[in-house]
């Protein structure tokens, strides 16, 4: 792995996510949504440039998949907890027997790492739901040796990578944590296996 790719993952981990993801998505909406927390990353004479950032973000991605395909995939169970308000939930979860990632997803093979999440840390006002997912991965990436956060055992999901969904049931109520939660969920998910064209 060149020096490149292992600097292009590690500030991914380090909270470079913020624009990256929505880069590769694709999505002005999700990038919108991110300026807060991505401005306050930068320094005081800087101002955060949806338009820069996108493309910024793309260049950035190219890099780290570089770099992400000459890492073995992995194989396991992995976790990944959020906050979603009432209507994303039923946008992301209602009525899907499928889902698909169009970004870079986190996991981690550590439940306590998602439940802390799913708990409501990085939530934002109004995301009353906590998600606790459970993914049967197939070809994740293991980010631990190169990630900045070095206890979160990290796993990403690629890009593209599609689940069936096998369960989504109501959860016992777990800490309601910060904001409050009103609504506790898991999730069971299998990877689909790739299709070649």
Request: glycine fraction near 6%.
């Amino acid at each position: 792995m060149t020096e490149a790719e292992i600097l292009a993952i590690k500030v991914f981990t380090a909270g470079d996510y913020r624009y990256i993801n929505p880069a590769v998505a694709d999505s002005p909406e999700w990038m919108e949504s991110q300026l807060e927390g991505i401005q306050g990353r930068m320094r005081n004479d800087q101002i955060a440039d949806p338009v820069k950032l996108m493309q910024e973000g793309k260049r950035h991605a190219g890099v780290m998949m570089e770099g992400l395909n000459k890492l073995p995939p992995r194989n396991g169970t992995v976790y990944r907890g959020e906050r979603m308000t009432v209507d994303e939930f039923a946008k992301v979860w209602k009525d899907r027997k499928t889902i698909s990632y169009s970004s870079f997803a986190s996991s981690s093979t550590r439940p306590e790492i998602a439940e802390g999440i799913a708990a409501g840390n990085f939530a934002r006002e109004g995301q009353t739901v906590s998600v606790l997912s459970r993914f049967a991965v197939k070809d994740a990436r293991d980010l631990a040796p190169l990630s900045r956060v070095t206890d979160e055992s990290e796993w990403l999901i690629l890009p593209g990578t599609t689940f069936t969904i096998d369960k989504i049931a109501p959860a016992k109520t777990r800490p309601a944590g910060k904001p409050q939660a009103t609504e506790w969920w898991e999730i069971t998910l299998t990877q689909k296996p790739k299709t070649i064209p």
